[in-house]
Every structure is written in structure tokens, then in C-alpha cells.
């Protein structure tokens, strides 16, 4: 089993920045990827950014230049670096893991960004 555990979110004003994080423990050996959703009220889960085992990104093209997603690898944690926040970044982000055939996810953490 894995557990991952995220943290970071909150509220912002546009403009501004935060940064998530989400530890992962359990039988994480082989993890093909980690990355980040988010799923905002009435609208379908989306991928937000993703860094494979290799080190390769993806990066949804509405965060593109604005969020970077890196990982620890000695500390089994993954980072969501998000930069010059929108209103419609709102969102619950959750933080995804997959292994083999098998996804993990986290509970969510809440970022709103509003003035």
C-alpha cells in the first residue's frame, strides 16, 4: 500500500504564489510517476503536472510558465511550485502516484485564489 500525504494549499490573492508538497510512504519502490490533479466544483479532474520516474514533465497547457513540479527523491516527496495565480487555479489539488497498474491519490488540499 502507499500513502501519500499532501500539504501547502490555502488562499491567495491572483498574483501570488504557493507551494504543495506530497510525502509519500509505504511500498513506493517502482512508482512509474507522481503528479498533481485538480478538480474544481462542476468540472472533470484534471491533470495538472506529472514527473515520471525518469525525471520527464508534463505541464497541462493552462499552467504552462506558471507551475513547476519537482521531485526528493531522498525524502520520497514531490513539489507543485505554483506561480502567478489565476482565480480559475481554484481548485482541490490532489496529489496522484502510480505503480505498475495501480494509482494512488492523496486526500486533497484546497487552494483558492481570490482578492
Known amino acids: 500500500q502507499v500513502q501519500l500525504v499532501e500539504s501547502g494549499g490555502g488562499l491567495v490573492q491572483p498574483g501570488g504564489s504557493l507551494r504543495l508538497s506530497c510525502a509519500a510512504s509505504?511500498?513506493?519502490?517502482?512508482?512509474?510517476?507522481m503528479g498533481w490533479y485538480r478538480q474544481a466544483p462542476g468540472k472533470v479532474r484534471e491533470l495538472v503536472a506529472q514527473?515520471?520516474?525518469?525525471?520527464?514533465?508534463y505541464y497541462a497547457d493552462s499552467v504552462k510558465g506558471r507551475f513547476t513540479i519537482s521531485r526528493d527523491n531522498a525524502k520520497n516527496t514531490v513539489y507543485l511550485q505554483m506561480n502567478t495565480l489565476k482565480p480559475e487555479d481554484t481548485a482541490v489539488y490532489l496529489c496522484n502516484l502510480i505503480k505498475g497498474i495501480d494509482a494512488y491519490w492523496g486526500q486533497g488540499t484546497q487552494v483558492t485564489v481570490s482578492s
Open positions: 514527473i515520471s520516474r525518469t525525471g520527464n514533465t
Open positions: 509505504g511500498s513506493i519502490f517502482s512508482i512509474n510517476a
